[in-house]
């Protein structure tokens, strides 16, 4: 069921810990925000302020980095993105005091539970959709990533295919709402093979990377004596990414998100292709109900929004 009012954060709420990637402590502020604002990072230690949208995206490989005009501002942001998009969060404030959002243990599980603590409120302005008209997909030379139009809300349908024992090939499919979110992918980690390891801290990545914040995998399997949280693991957390980095396109999707061996590169330059085609999506506007409704009578309107083009 799609929502009729924009949301926000109830009240505040602070988390700390340390970057997945930079290694460096961050303490991060999550507040309320104004209708229409989007999620906005704000860098306290150099009074930068970025908006999480297409245009902000300086980075893609491992992580989504967002910046704004004087250079880095936030790095490692598609977790907490997920978070808000899977529990329907579409404003709010970040403060952070650090370059990099703190990687906790390695899931939303956390983000989650700092949401929970602030709680959920409606605003008095309707909700904005992206929705896709025509399928956009990109491929590379070992897998693809398209949408597709479906007026039902959001279903991710996610394939990963990797050469190792412990993981092989998973396949994770859901049509998306809060309840599956928390249940299916909050909890899923983040995962890496200690023979990247190496080349990872040569190349400035990994550096605050642990058994208590990733699922690491050498030859034999899994490292952490904890073992997994669900069985397939590993693609629901493609799955989680795959929200986070879709987010960027800055409203809900209405649409159908298919991948295969995808990743934060390949998700982002979806969303990209997508925004660069203006025939291929529309913003549509929930109408609010003159009275309090069941919110799937009330209806979605086309609205004429060219300052979302091709931006959002």
């Not at 997945?20 to 507040?31: C, D, I, N, P, W």
């Not at 709010?92 to 603590?117: H, K, N, T, Y």
């Not at 249940?183 to 605050?208: C, H, I, M, N, P």
């Not at 109900?289 to 799937?296: D, M």
């Amino acid at each position: 069921m799609n929502a009729v009012r924009q949301t926000t954060l109830g009240d505040d709420v602070t988390l700390s810990g340390v970057g997945v990637h930079s290694g460096k402590m961050a303490q991060m502020h999550l507040s309320p925000a104004e209708a229409d604002s989007g999620i906005v990072f704000f860098r306290k230690d150099t009074n930068q302020s970025v908006r999480a949208c297409r245009g902000a995206v300086r980075g893609s490989d491992l992580a989504t980095v967002l910046r704004d005009s004087n250079g880095p501002a936030v790095s490692t942001v598609e977790h907490l993105l997920a978070c808000f998009a899977g529990l329907g969060v579409d404003n709010a404030r970040v403060e952070i005091d650090g370059p990099e959002v703190p990687i906790l243990d390695g899931s939303a599980g956390d983000f989650v539970a700092a949401v929970d603590e602030a709680g959920i409120v409606e605003t008095g302005h309707a909700r904005r959709y992206l929705r896709v008209l025509k399928p956009i997909r990109v491929e590379t030379e070992t897998g693809f990533g398209e949408l597709v139009p479906y007026d039902m809300g959001f279903r991710l349908e996610v394939e990963i295919d990797f050469d190792h024992a412990a993981i092989g090939r998973q396949r994770f499919a859901a049509t998306m709402s809060p309840e599956v979110f928390r249940k299916e992918l909050a909890a899923a980690r983040t995962f890496g093979f200690v023979s990247d390891v190496e080349r990872l801290w040569q190349a400035g990545y990994a550096l605050g990377a642990s058994l208590d914040n990733t699922i690491c995998l050498g030859d034999e399997g899994v490292i952490n004596t904890t073992g997994l949280r669900y069985a397939d693991e590993f693609v629901r957390h493609k799955a989680l990414d795959a929200i986070g980095d879709l987010a960027i396109g800055g409203l809900p999707l209405l649409a159908r998100y298919r991948s295969y061996r995808g990743g934060h590169k390949l998700n982002f330059a979806v969303v990209d292709a997508l925004l660069s085609d203006r025939s291929a999506y529309e913003i549509v506007e929930a109408r609010i109900p003159a009275r309090r409704t069941v919110s799937s009578n009330a209806g979605l309107i086309a609205v004429a929004v060219p300052a979302y083009a091709p931006e959002l």
